[in-house]
């Protein structure tokens, strides 16, 4: 046992023991309900970018790529110090790459089938929001100013920047209609959402 418990904490098995310890715990907290399986996707969650994407890990959650990783690298650490023992600095970091290495593949290979469970999340775009009635939130609206809530299809709100050619009376409150984009100012074109009936003559 002693020996056991001297290869998970001499070199190279200790670098990934307590960063074992932690994805144990998270799993747990995960099946316990306590966490969503997104809760480490800090680096480009399952879209394929980040560090994670650049090394071929992308497509699946980055908590699900670094449990593996460090799960595989730990194992190939602890049973090959285990088994060689510390016989020489130079056998330990060849056994770090080489587990390293084998976690990568191993993280890899898994990643490829999970993909098709994780699709990649369309990221909202400005075109989006066309079409759509926003609520002035500014005093007035005109060809220089003006600021509007709109709501995405997913139910979060954003503030944009809205112009309107002139024409129209838009204060705070009221709700209009966004038409088009200007990409070089960066805003929005929009008139009421209800045009004014002056009535016949």
Known sequence: MGGLLGAA???????????????????VLVILGGLGIDALDGDGGADGTGALGAIGLGGVPA??????????AWFGTFVGSA???NDGFLIDVGLLTGAVVVAWLAARLLALPLRRFFPDEKLPS??????????????????????AEVTADDGSSALV?????????????????????????????????????HGAR
């Not at 904490?9 to 799993?27: C, R, S």
């Not at 204060?171 to 004014?196: C, H, K, N, Q």
Request: glycine share 10%; net charge negative; with cysteine.
């Open 63 to 72: 908590s699900v790529s670094l449990s593996v990783l460090i799960a595989v």
């Open 9 to 27: 904490l001499g070199f190279p098995a200790v670098i990934f023991t307590f960063a074992l310890v932690v994805v144990v715990g998270y799993w």
């Open 161 to 197: 920047q809205v112009r309107q050619t002139g024409e129209y009376d838009l204060r705070a409150g009221e709700t209009a209609l966004i038409y088009d984009y200007d990409s070089d100012g960066e805003y929005f074109f929009v008139m009421p959402s209800t045009l004014p009936n």
């Open 126 to 147: 400005r075109s989006d929001f066309l079409g759509q009635v926003c609520v002035i939130r500014t005093g007035r609206v005109d060809a220089k100013f003006g600021q």
């Open 83 to 85: 088994v060689l023992g």
